[in-house]
Nanobody, 123 residues
Framework: QVQLVESGGGLVQAGGSLRLSCAASGRTFSNYAMAWFRQAPGKEREVVATINQYSDSTTYADSVKGRFTISRDNAKNTVYLQMNSLKPEDAAVYYC????????????????WGQGTQVTVSS
């Protein structure tokens, strides 16, 4: 089992920045690809970014490319999402997720999930 706990969400003005963190425990963190997903009210959950086990491969949703950066620190068992130039449409509950094997955008392939952290962006 892998336990994931997100933090860092909050209220920010449009154009501002936030950094989300996801702390993992329970198993060897470096064995897991990690991803950030988000879900806004009335919308389906969507992938935001993925990162593989040793940070040599990252992917981003088109909507966040150039504004968000995913990173991880295997020594700290933590994955991050730096969010810059935030827009009102970025408002959602953000979840981190973990899976063995390569990262991908399919949420159903991730067996481990955090509880989510709310990001609110005011215009």
């Amino acid at each position: 089992q892998v336990q994931l706990v997100e933090s860092g969400g909050g209220l920010v003005q449009a154009g501002g920045s936030l950094r989300l963190s996801c702390a993992a425990s329970g198993r060897t963190f470096s064995n897991y690809a990690m991803a950030w997903f988000r879900q806004a009210p009335g919308k389906e959950r969507e992938v935001v970014a993925t990162i593989n086990q040793y940070s040599d491969s990252t992917t981003y949703a088109d909507s966040v490319k150039g504004r968000f950066t995913i990173s991880r620190d295997n020594a700290k068992n933590t994955v991050y999402l730096q969010m810059n130039s935030l827009k009102p449409e970025d408002a959602a509950v953000y979840y981190c997720a973990a899976r063995l094997g390569p990262g991908n955008y399919r949420d159903y392939t991730y067996p481990y999930w955090g509880q989510g952290t709310q990001v609110t962006v005011s215009s």
